[in-house]
């Protein structure tokens, strides 16, 4: 059901960061005295759990699959891009580094951080490439980084955040950067036009508050959509008229204003859960897919229906199913990309319930 002009109690933030070569950072997880000291991102972990952290074994290929095994050890990549010349950049979780792939030569290249804290380690989730550099988002250090793939050089910036964000998905869009903040229900857009230490947000508060927001896209009219949810209570389908809020904000006239001036919000489907991944494809067709079940839906932005697709049942071998006992597990899909009128999503395999 649509709902236009939802009440919302928060007012847009539009906010000015300074960004600084020093910062507080999270502490690390205790460790236990048994850690031996190799000199290598190893040490961030205590010896009896470096073989669940930090080995994956040799690279395994197959007619379809190749694998490559990243030289250094317990790196764990996570966030991956590539360039516009082919190669493969990705960020390295316990590292703070950025690495690239080189697909023609096999080759891999690692390139320090000065500003990262020895042993920090933090998630990054979005990272997006933009005209000669890399940015991605830092959930542990509340931040977004720049990265320079011509001067191999880190540039931060913090991430407005009240109490606990997880700066999440990320995308770039006629010189904005968006970032989703799953915990904080909020989007953020940076203008990364600007240079120097300084970042201006503009901050785009949840309709519901106390919700996650999860990932988002951009319509052929410029429109963003997100989803707000919670846990088993239902949630929100949202399209917000970014254009129409960027005329309201140049405006000399300008006065106090919620989010609702500028949003249509839908309720979801009673059936989806967990919306994680959100894609648009090239005829504004909204498309979600629901990592607590076996599902991912439509929404017609022209009817504004939404429909039902089921995956395939995941197989046994995946998700592990030795005792027999799981009666019902799903396929947890969990991000998506819309390619040449495809859309693509991994599955998660999760067991019922436990795809969080």
């Known amino acids: 059901m649509k709902k236009k002009g939802v009440a919302v109690a928060v007012f847009f933030a539009v906010i000015l960061l300074a960004s600084t070569a020093t910062f507080a950072f999270n502490s690390n997880p205790k460790k236990t005295d048994d850690v031996s000291i190799t000199g290598t991102p190893m040490d961030n972990f205590p010896d009896e759990q470096r073989e669940k952290f930090c080995e994956t074994g040799d690279?395994?290929?197959?007619?379809?699959?190749?694998?490559?095994?990243?030289?250094?050890?317990?790196?764990?990549?996570?966030a991956i891009t590539t360039d516009d010349n082919g190669m493969v950049w990705f960020g390295q979780t316990n590292t703070g580094k950025m690495a690239r792939f080189d697909p023609q030569s096999k080759q891999f290249a690692e390139f320090d951080n000065p500003g990262w804290p020895k042993q920090g380690r933090s998630m990054f989730w979005g990272i997006a490439y933009f005209d000669g550099d890399i940015w991605y988002t830092d959930d542990a250090y509340n931040s977004i980084w720049q990265f320079s793939t011509s001067e191999k050089t880190y540039q931060r910036t913090n991430y407005p955040t009240v109490e606990d964000s997880l700066p999440h998905h990320l995308k770039i869009q006629n010189n904005k950067l968006i970032v989703n903040d799953f915990y904080e229900s909020k989007i953020s857009v940076l203008d990364i036009v600007e240079t120097g230490q300084n970042g201006t947000y503009v901050n785009i508060p949840s309709p519901i508050p106390g919700s996650f927001t999860s990932s988002f896209d951009t319509d052929s009219q410029g429109n963003i959509w997100y989803t707000n949810w919670i846990l088993k209570q239902g949630g929100a389908l949202v399209k917000f008229d970014y254009n129409e809020f960027l005329e309201f904000i140049a405006s000399p006239q300008m006065t106090n204003s919620t989010a609702a001036q500028f949003s249509d919000v839908f309720d979801l489907p009673p059936t989806l859960g967990t919306p994680i991944g959100l894609s648009v494809d090239g005829s504004d067709n909204i498309w979600m897919a629901d990592t607590s079940s076996s599902s991912f839906f439509k929404f017609d932005s022209q009817s504004e229906t939404f429909t039902r697709y089921v995956t395939s049942d995941p197989n046994p071998s995946v998700y592990g199913n030795a005792t027999g006992l799981i009666r019902s597990p799903t396929s947890g899909p969990y991000w998506t990309q819309i390619d040449n009128g495809k859309l693509i999503f991994n599955e998660r395999a999760c067991k019922r319930n436990r795809c969080l």
């Open 59 to 78: 690279a395994k290929s197959s007619a379809y699959v190749t694998e490559f095994k990243i030289p250094t050890k317990c790196t764990q990549p996570l």
